[in-house]
């Protein structure tokens, strides 16, 4: 992986993407050290019930217990961290169509796929044939179109791992001892 290129022109393409990788590198590092961290935290405080502590799961229960926290409650309580995980990025997308952010112009243009792609405004006017109001996108090149291109948030890494740690966790809750 780390020979030199063998050809030339392809040195320079080449830099970018090392560079990255290191990055890469770094970031991944400094992600495993804070897990690894937690981990430690977790396990001096007893959660995976070997050394014991003030988390130790016996422990955790009989408190729960204390405080009248059923097992209805902690699968509720899963369930709608789950839900808001699946659901977080509609309920943004849609808050976003309807105050009309997000939005790029769609006319021909000399950005990217050859439209215009600025950010647009949505005016409302009253249209001058049919007398009713219409809903316009204006960018600031100066087109004004009936429609514009949507960008919606898509689910990243994190928002699928809290899904899956959450369908889990209320699986183990429903069905496990
Ligand atoms: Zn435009």
Redesign the pocket.
Known sequence: MNEPALDPTMEDAGRQPQNGLVRNRLQSFGLTMVVMGASFFLYYLGCFGTVDGPLTPAKMGAALAGLGVTRRHVILLLLSILIGAISWNWVFNLTSILIGNRM????K?K?ARG????P?KRIRQVSTRSGRPVVKY??????R?PDALFHPVKKGAVSHTVCLACLVFVLIAAFGA
Not at 104 to 107: G, N, S
Not at 115 to 118: F, H, R, V
């Open positions: 790029t112009c769609k006319a243009g950005g439209i215009c792609g600025a647009v204006t960018c600031s090149h100066g087109h179109r």
